[in-house]
């Protein structure tokens, strides 16, 4: 059972598009919400994450937006660069714990020229 | 910068055999982990250590065991290689103390077991 569901499986966009990612959680314990980058060949990155303090935190052109009550978080990326394709990990921890991750499956993300 | 270097990019093993992967981070941090990366499944917790010697499983624990000696260094053992443990490795660190939320990954092993 998986404890972050992630959509969609893959993300075709224009370049100068915006991509948007979506998560959605059960466990409302969870407190620590990061978004992992990943290239191929490469391991995973930290991109941006969110406490559930804030509804959104931006970092040039990358937001997170954070709906608590609907436990659902989601990656947007404006202006979309072909640079920008990579596969997108969301995930959850709770920060008493870090040492335990809850990763969703996956967006395989291609921005076209 | 961290660096979480993975000794091998390619693997091929048969059934069976004794597998052994290996990572090294050079970054002093005390917690390091194993996990696996597989497609439309994301990535899973197979293993984790917050110190030398120390370990705890993760979500995925059967048919692996982990070897932490030094604390740069963290080994995942297959004792008996199986075509369902063909998946890519992914081996992190992360500090226990400032940054601790932070996961630094290696390039991961692509094992693929005949």
């Known amino acids: 059972q998986q404890q972050v569901k992630q959509s969609p499986q893959s993300l075709i966009v224009q370049k100068g598009g915006i991509s948007i990612i979506n998560c959605a959680y059960e466990?409302?314990?969870?407190?620590?919400f990061p978004w992992y980058q990943q290239f191929p060949g490469k391991g995973p990155a930290l991109l941006i994450a969110i406490r559930p303090d804030v509804s959104e935190k931006k970092e040039g052109r990358f937001t997170i937006s954070f709906n608590k009550s609907a436990k659902q978080f989601s990656l947007h990326i404006m202006d979309s660069q072909p640079g920008d394709s990579a596969t997108y990990f969301c995930?959850?921890?709770?920060?008493?714990?870090?040492?335990?991750?809850?990763f969703g499956s996956g967006t395989k993300l291609n921005v076209k020229p | 910068d961290v660096k979480v270097t993975q000794s091998s990019r390619y693997l091929v093993k048969r059934t069976g055999e004794k597998v052994f992967l290996e990572c090294v981070q050079d970054m002093d941090h005390e917690n390091m982990f194993w996990y696996r990366q597989d497609p439309g499944l994301g990535l899973r917790l197979i293993y984790f250590s917050y110190d030398v010697k120390m370990k705890e499983k993760g979500d995925i624990p059967e048919g692996y065991s982990v070897s932490r000696e030094k604390k740069e260094r963290f080994s995942l053992i297959l004792e008996s290689a199986s075509t369902n443990q063909t998946s890519m490795y992914l081996c992190a660190s992360s500090s226990a103390r400032q940054g601790r939320e932070k996961l630094f990954f290696g390039s991961g092993t692509q094992l693929s077991v005949l």
């Open positions: 466990n409302t314990a969870f407190d620590y």
């Open positions: 995930a959850a921890s709770v920060e008493a714990n870090f040492n335990k991750f809850y």
